[in-house]
T-cell receptor, first 112, second 113 residues
Framework: DTAVSQTPKYLVTQMGNDKSIKCEQNLGHDTMYWYKQDSKKFLKIMFSYNNKELIINETVPNRFSPKSPDKAHLNLHINSLELGDSAVYFC???????????FGSGTQLSVL | GESVGLHLPTLSVQEGDNSIINCAYSNSASDYFIWYKQESGKGPQFIIDIRSNMDKRQGQRVTVLLNKTVKHLSLQIAATQPGDSAVYFCAEILPTNDYKLSFGAGTTVTVRA
């Protein structure tokens, strides 16, 4: 009964491949997010969806495309993976905008 | 143990001592602040929050202090335990409609037995 679950936990792939990370929350929250954490532990927001509608799209390459089929799911698809995409990606959700976020356990992406 | 000044990336604390983790936030208009704890291999976990109309809030073994004059936030952990070893982040939210929680650089706390 994990609140925010994301899969896979580890993803190792070659440069140029396309991969997806899935996220689901069972908290009934309206807002979901994707954050990227670099090797120095710095957390930066990438995207946010509120009720399936994109509300934040930071300066992220358009190789990254989020998709929210319903408000409980927010998936992240990445095309043409590059070495610099290697990081830990966290999904999160919140009950309302500008409220505390609940995070998933992260997906460690390694691009070789 | 205490991280003083704007920010120290690491803090070593003797078990049983009190810890103080400091954070300087960037925007004087920020009105909501949160402390998160991230253990190795896990996602950030909510610890405690505080709104800008307060200057102190207490939880279980933790206290957050907010000084809006100098844009400073601190997290105090009483009687630090080995399980408190983690990276701690402060985060702020601006009173706009962009729904962004902005994280500061984390402080890695190591508890010595």
């Amino acid at each position: 009964d994990t609140a925010v679950s994301q899969t896979p936990k580890y993803l190792v792939t070659q440069m140029g491949n396309d991969k997806s990370i899935k996220c689901e929350q069972n908290l009934g929250h309206d807002t979901m997010y994707w954050y990227k954490q670099d090797s120095k532990k710095f957390l930066k927001i990438m995207f946010s969806y509120n009720n399936k509608e994109l509300i934040i799209n930071e300066t992220v390459p358009n190789r990254f495309s989020p998709k929210s089929p319903d408000k409980a799911h927010l998936n992240l698809h990445i095309n043409s993976l590059e070495l610099g995409d290697s990081a830990v990606y966290f999904c999160a959700s919140s009950d309302a905008t500008n409220e505390k976020l609940f995070f998933g356990s992260g997906t460690q992406l390694s691009v070789l | 143990g205490e991280s003083v000044g704007l920010h120290l990336p690491t803090l070593s604390v003797q078990e049983g001592d009190n810890s103080i983790i400091n954070c300087a936030y960037s925007n004087s208009a920020s009105d909501y602040f949160i402390w998160y704890k991230q253990e190795s291999g896990k996602g950030p976990q909510f610890i405690i929050d505080i709104r800008s109309n307060m200057d102190k809030r207490q939880g279980q073994r933790v206290t957050v202090l907010l000084n809006k004059t100098v844009k400073h936030l601190s997290l105090q952990i009483a009687a630090t335990q080995p399980g408190d070893s983690a990276v701690y982040f402060c985060a702020e939210i601006l009173p706009t409609n962009d729904y962004k929680l902005s994280f500061g650089a984390g402080t890695t706390v190591t508890v010595r037995a």
